[in-house]
């Protein structure tokens, strides 16, 4: 490290930390101790917690108290949430039975237009850019309950009749629910809706892995419930797995240990830091796995996406990058196992964003897995895979750009395009007079990636949505947003990495901005593309092309987008 | 040889061979088409007829369905094919009925007035067609070539932005010399503050941008190391509003081209139109 020299002159400002923004200001040390004398908190033992993160801090800073009134919807199916949440006291039903027909649907419509629907809307466009109905704001209202400082809630009217049509199971005080999609980013798997007045403590996301961290019973609580609910699953789609036996595949069930590595809010430093050099954001992505260490176990990914790395002079060289199913460390301990040998990792494993793994011991691999494999069901993604498809430079572009996440990327290939907007005025012509993506992006050989909502696998835009208005289909994965019920609250334009949410104002019939009533404030909107969900010919932007420069694609496998560069 | 660069080999191999076969295809449809055509008015004039009536109809309907391209990006909600076939068959009926117009006119220059206008509009959209076409193919890879991509609409804004910097550089610098804020004002200003005149975007050049940097850097030995670096920043900027005037004369070139196009074709489907009436009028007045 260099010491600065006399002639160097600094600015003196405090470090910023982690609970610098509490998650309520509301959650008082009164409010702690009563929480300190419930449990499961009662029987934590708050010596086990380090000084810098003791419960209390934990409690006063992650989380806070939320009442719902009865038929209050606490959590969504199909959303996606950053915090658990405790009952303090009243009642709370898990809906079993999906409830489409009592919520504003994620994803809805899920028909397309018919033709003549199609011809209407083309007479009717609008001439007012961002013209909305004030209808349709009054039709969003039957879905909310505002309550002051609690913010907007979805409801359901009719809870009677919710207990009597719809399979539930009722949770009561000191349960908990929601820490599962929570900790590993997945959609909430059922609603949760409240039946009488409801107290609960809802715990964001950082606070929850620090008191799993530091508390074995909640840890073993968690990890049981991902053992019975999702693990034997996810072990089953493994390509490699899926042939063992039955006692087989549950001894390699029962050792595995589930691990997270990377920021959960990563969206937010990365915008922060985009522009750092990037030898050093490399070196900054948490290592799970270190080039040259002996290898401990076999990774699998449970979520989110890993850098796989190489030395290369003072730097790292990216080999390739895995999603969720891949494999890492397979191909060392065959070698290893199979020759007796003592061969260390070849790669190193970085964190990109928010990861969670899961590690097979070495003893089980050993034990339970290799005498049951076929050496040619071993796959080894990084040296055969999709993404070595492509050059070094495309492969470091499109991890250090993030734009591995996109799933319905738009890429244009400026060797073709003409810039004639041909693109763009398809997209305004599909949606009401109003365009949907910038025709402009980061480029890289000759192809621009446009800043069009690239529906991505892990949609950072979704977590905090108030409303539920932000969802994916449930058919396509298409991430779409209801403007009946979004409220303009800019969370998800402000977490999307890369910009791809606009925030606009609406406006009446006559083009005049429409303010709210009781601030003044102009209404806002969030709007993105929506891959012209409801237009049975797909994308107006690829079909409008007329040099076929414009494509939506999946990045997860690069191959696909050198196959179409060689169209 | 790598993996790597076998495996793109081999795509890039596979690219090329859909391409030349799509082009393949063009063209035996256009030979196909034209032999018909040929042999269909051989055929007419055998029989004593007049074939100018039926390449007349099979003219007019081709530009009928060339100008339904149009109409087609106007409407990209119904489910009218892509953009991309559309364009084909667009490319496909346009050779076509250039060579339609040669058996029409039997390869003669018109006699009336009103012929000599169709015969001029049809050369010119025609004409201009083939000229976008040429366009297509070398305009994308001189845009690329620049460097950064800039949306038409915002070059006057981007434009505006460097000639502020340019002005608060020669501000700057006037601190210390007075020698770039004469340069700016003899020289630099008008390049900088204004927009090209139109022969520029007919035929863009960088002789105007040469000259002004090579002016700029003659200055450098009456300036010190930090007005050197100042004068520096100037000369960055005049590349930089050299190269966007060259993207703004590059995109306007696209669409000016089409917009011509365009209005040729509604142009020449009228006049077509009453040449046919005329034509039906006076069937069999000699």
């Known amino acids: 490290m260099s010491t600065p020299t006399k002639s160097t002159t600094y600015a003196v400002a405090r470090r910023p930390s982690r609970w610098d923004e509490p998650f309520c200001e509301e959650t008082t040390d009164e409010v702690v101790d009563q929480l300190l004398q419930r449990e499961p908190f009662a029987s934590m033992d708050s010596t086990r917690f380090p000084k810098l993160l003791s419960l209390r801090g934990i409690l006063k800073n992650d989380a806070r108290i939320v009442r719902c009134a009865p038929g209050d919807v606490v959590i969504r199916e199909g959303d996606y949430g950053n915090s658990a949440f405790m009952i303090l006291s ?87 629910f929601g820490e599962l999609a929570a900790l590993s980013r ?24 620090d008191l799993i961290r530091f508390d074995d019973a909640l840890k073993r609580h968690v990890e049981l419930l991902y053992r019975q609910n999702s693990l034997n699953v996810h072990l089953r789609e493994t390509p490699f797995l899926n042939q063992l036996p039955g006692a087989a595949l549950q001894a390699v069930a029962d050792a595995t240990l589930f691990e997270s590595y990377g920021d959960f809010d990563w969206h937010h430093d990365y915008r922060a830091q985009r522009d750092r050099d990037v030898a050093r954001r490399v070196e900054a992505e948490p290592c799970i796995a270190k080039e040259g260490d002996h290898p401990n176990g076999m990774i699998l990914i449970r979520s989110g ?20 199913g891949h494999a890492f460390g397979l191909e060392e301990h065959w070698h290893n196992w199979k020759h007796l040998r003592s061969h260390p990792l070849l790669h190193n494993l970085r964190a990109i964003g928010y990861v969670d793994i899961l590690r097979i011991p070495t003893p089980v691999l050993e034990d339970h897995v290799f005498p049951h494999l076929d050496p040619t069901q071993i796959d080894f993604p990084f040296e055969t895979g999709p993404n070595r498809a492509t050059s070094q430079e495309r492969l470091e572009f499109l991890v250090d750009q993030r734009l591995i996440n996109g799933t319905q990327a738009m890429v244009i290939d400026l060797d073709r395009c003409t810039r004639c907007d041909d693109c763009v005025r398809a997209c305004a012509a599909t949606h009401d007079g109003n365009p949907r993506f910038v025709r402009q ?63 606009v104002e609406i406006r009446d019939e006559v083009g005049r901005i429409v303010k709210d009533e009781a601030s003044g404030r102009p209404i806002l909107k969030a709007t993105k593309c929506d891959l012209c969900h409801d237009q049975p010919e797909g994308p107006a932007c690829q079909r409008s092309c007329p040099h076929d420069a414009l494509v939506r694609i999946d990045l997860r496998n690069v191959k696909r987008l050198e196959e179409w560069n060689s169209r | 040889m790598s993996r790597l660069v076998q495996q793109r080999r081999s795509l890039g191999q596979v690219g090329w061979r859909r391409s030349t076969v799509a082009a393949l295809r063009m063209f035996g449809i256009i030979f196909v088409v034209l032999i018909a055509v040929g042999l269909w008015v051989d055929a007419e004039e055998n029989a004593l007829r007049d074939s100018s009536y039926s390449t007349g109809y099979l003219l ?10 149009n109409v087609r990006k106007k409407v990209p909600t119904l489910p009218l094919g892509s953009s991309r076939t559309w364009l084909r068959w667009h490319l496909t009926v346009g050779w076509i009925a250039i060579g339609v117009f040669i058996a029409h006119t039997k390869a003669q220059f018109p006699s009336g007035g009103l012929e000599w206008m169709l015969f001029i509009l049809f050369v010119l959209t025609a004409g201009s067609g083939i000229y976008g076409l040429y366009l297509t193919k070398i305009v994308p890879r001189r845009l690329l070539a620049i460097g950064e991509e800039v949306i038409f609409e915002q070059i006057p804004l981007r434009r505006r932005a460097i000639a502020d910097q340019a002005r608060a550089i020669t501000l700057e610098s006037i601190e210390s010399t007075e020698v770039l804020a004469r340069f700016y004002k003899s020289r630099a200003a008008r390049f900088l503050e204004t927009s090209r005149e139109w022969p520029y975007y007919l035929r863009p050049t960088g002789s ?5 940097e090579q002016n700029a850097k003659a200055l450098d030995r009456y300036l010190s190391e930090a007005q050197r670096l100042q004068r520096d920043r100037l000369s960055h900027l005049i590349r930089a509003k050299d190269d966007l005037d060259y993207q703004y004369a590059l995109q306007w070139r696209m669409k000016s081209w089409l917009f011509a196009h365009i209005g040729m074709t509604y142009s020449l489907i009228i006049v077509a139109a009453y040449h046919g009436l005329v034509a039906h009028a006076f069937r069999g007045v000699h």
């Not at chain 1, 039975?97 to 504003?104: A, E, I, T």
């Not at chain 1, 892990?458 to 932000?470: E, F, K, L, S, Y």
């Not at chain 1, 969802?471 to 303009?488: E, F, K, N």
């Not at chain 2, 105007?208 to 002004?212: D, G, H, M, V």
Request: overall charge negative; aromatic content about 6%; glycine content about 8%.
């Open chain 1, 441 to 503: 992006g980061p480029v890289q050989e000759g192809q621009m990636f446009a800043s069009a909502c690239m529906h991505c696998v892990d949609p950072v835009c979704m977590i905090g949505c108030p409303t539920g208005a932000i969802g994916r289909m449930p058919d396509s994965g298409t991430v779409i947003i209801r403007d009946d019920i979004c409220i303009g609250c800019s969370t998800c334009a402000d977490s999307c990495p890369y910009d791809n949410i606009r925030m």
């Open chain 2, 208 to 212: 105007w941008r040469r000259e002004l």
């Open chain 1, 305 to 324: 996406f890993v850098r796989l790395s190489r030395k290369s002079g003072v730097g790292e060289e990216t080999i390739a990058y895995l999603g969720r």
């Open chain 1, 186 to 209: 997945s959609p909430r798997t059922a609603s949760v809706v409240a039946l009488d007045e409801l107290a609960l403590i809802e715990i964001r996301w950082q606070g929850l892995r």
């Open chain 2, 60 to 69: 007019f309907g081709s530009v009928l369905f060339l100008a339904a391209y």
């Open chain 1, 90 to 176: 009243g009642h709370a039903l898990v809906c079993l039975d999906s409830l489409k027909d009592r919520l504003p649907e994620v994803g809805t419509p899920l028909t397309k237009l018919t033709l003549v629907e199609r011809l209407m809307n083309l007479l009717s466009s609008s001439a007012v850019p961002e013209y909305r109905s004030t209808k349709a704001a009054d039709k969003a209202q039957q879905w909310l309950h505002h309550s002051g400082e609690q913010g907007t809630r979805l409801f359901i009217q009719d809870v009677p009749r919710l207990l009597d049509e719809t399979r539930t199971i009722t949770l009561e005080s000191g349960e908990i």
